[in-house]
Nanobody
Framework: VQLQASGGGLVQAGDSLRLSCAAS????????MSWFRQAPGKEREFVAA????????YYAPSVKGRFTISRDNAKNTVYLEMNSLKPEDTALYYC?????????????????WGQGTLVTVSS
């Protein structure tokens, strides 16, 4: 699976932004898809995950209620809708894919990563 993230940009605090991650490969629908982010000077952290069917989602406490992950298996695409953005959401956002059903907040279970898309939120 190859992943291509897009949709990042410069926004103001309180604005919304939608990230997209397009995947290649015929088995996209069998993977759990997730978003991670890495802020300047910090380690990469988990943001959100969605199971292959879309029936199960997980969110980091810092984004729950503001971010929504979704996927369209027909388009091989996963999305991250980000609302009420804060300056602390500024980071490089990565999409990732895994066939492992456990430990979804952990980087090491993900075998496929996109190149990252930069989100900058100004105050």
């Amino acid at each position: 699976v190859q992943l291509q993230a897009s949709g990042g940009g410069l926004v103001q605090a309180g604005d919304s932004l939608r990230l997209s991650c397009a995947a290649s490969g015929r088995t996209f629908s069998s993977y759990t898809m997730s978003w991670f982010r890495q802020a300047p000077g910090k380690e990469r952290e988990f943001v959100a995950a969605m199971s292959w069917s879309g029936g199960v989602t997980y969110y980091a406490p810092s984004v729950k209620g503001r971010f929504t992950i979704s996927r369209d298996n027909a388009k091989n695409t996963v999305y991250l809708e980000m609302n009420s953005l804060k300056p602390e959401d500024t980071a490089l956002y990565y999409c990732a894919a895994t066939s492992v059903p456990l430990g979804l907040t952990t980087e090491r279970v993900y075998g496929y990563w996109g190149q990252g898309t930069l989100v900058t939120v100004s105050s």
